[in-house]
């Protein structure tokens, strides 16, 4: 562990030098490696599946795990995919953030420099996590564990950027709301390290890969320095012309579809284009894993979808929103085989070889036409985010249905926040 236990503040550079701006590459991408290395370390270390796919034909198997992308759930559990890799992607956002000298002074709030400073982050999110998903140095090429069903789902390609940038704000939030009030009441050493590196996980990760302690702030001196009003926050970003009506929205939302055939929980994507004050065009991705199955089987549920939505008072705190989407949807089936498995097992014991199973598993899909028709409520806290309180809709597929899987209509709820842009 790299610590670094002092640190020069300096003025904010100032807004028009293109070279102080400059996103510093280098640190950036040696950060990153050394995140990369210890997340695939991580793996090597504990999965005996990652350690099995070295076996066998290895560009062969590299490039099965690319191809066989498909549906939404990876058979990771819930505590992975909607915990572990959020926090991975305001991780390696946060890396981003302390490299990016124009808006790495922000703090939490309604200005534009901040915002456009985490969707810059969120951006180079999403590439980090596709290159650890399928690139050069990834999941894909050490273990090519997405080369074996169950792991060949979309769910984290989705989740990690999108949630990450929700957990990022949380932090940020957290970190100007909680942590600097009890900064500004106490001035214990220990327990600001505590409150400063332990709320801020994630950002205390990305301080780390740099050599700084996990209490390191941009915006303000260290913990024996602190003074309550001395601050290195810049959120003086260009205001431009702000509208009363957002442009584009952009919502990231968990959601629960009750089914005739139990649960299917999950979460989903939205963008929304404004093509009238009240008119929105709305492109939406979302997925779930049911719940509710025989033992041995499993299954998921990939909707994409378009349509429009209306909102009766797009600049108003208190905003109804009703929406009409037409689209696609994939639904998975697996099922393993028990008997067959233990056969399988048996034969391969003691050979050291990886059992694929495809030899023991069944896999089914069903294709067809989607819709989904509700509503719901949005609550805005700042010019730029808002939260989504409720949403209701009434969803309906159209195809064939999978044994032991009932997913041609149901009610699904959601909740999530929505970043406004256009306004600030």
């Known amino acids: 562990m790299l610590l670094c236990i002092s640190r020069t503040f300096g003025a904010a550079e100032p807004a028009g030098s293109t070279r102080a701006d400059s996103i510093q590459w280098r640190p950036l991408l040696e950060q990153s490696m050394y995140f990369l290395g210890i997340q695939h370390g991580f793996r090597l270390a504990t999965e005996k599946g ?23 759930s990876d058979g990771d559990v819930a505590l992975v995919n909607y915990v572990g890799h959020p926090m991975q992607g305001a991780v390696t956002g946060y890396i981003f953030a302390q490299n990016d000298p124009r808006y790495r002074r ?29 690139g050069l140095i990834s999941e894909a090429s050490i273990g090519t564990i997405q080369s074996r069903w169950p792991q060949q789902g979309l769910v984290d390609h989705v989740v990690t950027p999108v949630i ?7 932090e940020d939030a957290i970190d100007r709301l909680v942590i600097q009030k009890i900064e500004n009441r106490i001035e214990n050493r220990w327990v600001r390290m505590m409150v400063r590196g332990w709320l801020n996980p994630s950002r205390s990760m990305a301080n780390l ?8 702030r941009d915006t303000r001196p260290g913990i024996l320095s602190y003074r309550r009003g001395i601050s290195y926050v810049d959120n003086s970003g260009r205001q431009g012309n702000p509208q009363a ?8 939302r968990a959601q629960s579809t009750l089914l005739h055939g139990g649960q299917c929980p999950g979460g989903g994507a939205q963008g929304a284009y404004r093509l009238h004050p009240n008119w929105y065009a709305v492109l939406d991705v979302s997925g779930c894993k049911m719940l509710d199955l025989p033992r041995n089987v499993s299954s998921d549920s990939l909707q994409y979808l378009a349509g429009l939505q209306w909102k009766a008072r797009p600049e108003a705190r208190w905003k109804p929103y009703g929406q009409l ?6 639904t998975t089936r697996e099922a393993i085989d028990p008997v067959k498995k233990s056969l399988v097992i048996r034969q391969n014991d003691g050979t050291g070889r990886t059992v694929p199973y495809e030899l023991f598993a069944v896999r089914t899909e069903a294709n067809g036409l989607a819709l989904a028709a509700g509503g719901g409520i949005d609550l805005k806290i700042t010019s730029a985010l808002s939260w989504r309180v409720a949403g209701v809709e009434y969803v309906r597929t159209f195809s064939r249905e999978l044994e032991n899987v009932r997913s041609q209509e149901g009610l ?8 406004t842009m256009g306004t600030w």
Do not use: C
């Open 164 to 170: 990450g940038l929700g957990w990022q704000v949380t």
């Open 245 to 252: 009506t957002p442009v584009f929205e952009f919502t990231s």
């Open 106 to 134: 922000v703090e939490f709030g309604s200005s534009r420099a901040y915002w456009k400073g985490r969707l810059r982050a969120t951006a180079y999110s999403f590439a980090y996590s596709t290159q650890f998903e399928i």
């Open 325 to 330: 989407l037409l689209g696609g949807n994939k």
């Open 412 to 419: 699904r709820a959601s909740m999530g926040f929505v970043l």
């Open 50 to 72: 990652t350690r099995g796919g070295f076996s066998g034909p290895y560009l062969r198997n590299v490039a099965k795990s690319i191809g066989s992308l498909r549906g939404w």
């Open 209 to 216: 890969m740099r050599g700084d302690t996990p209490w390191h």
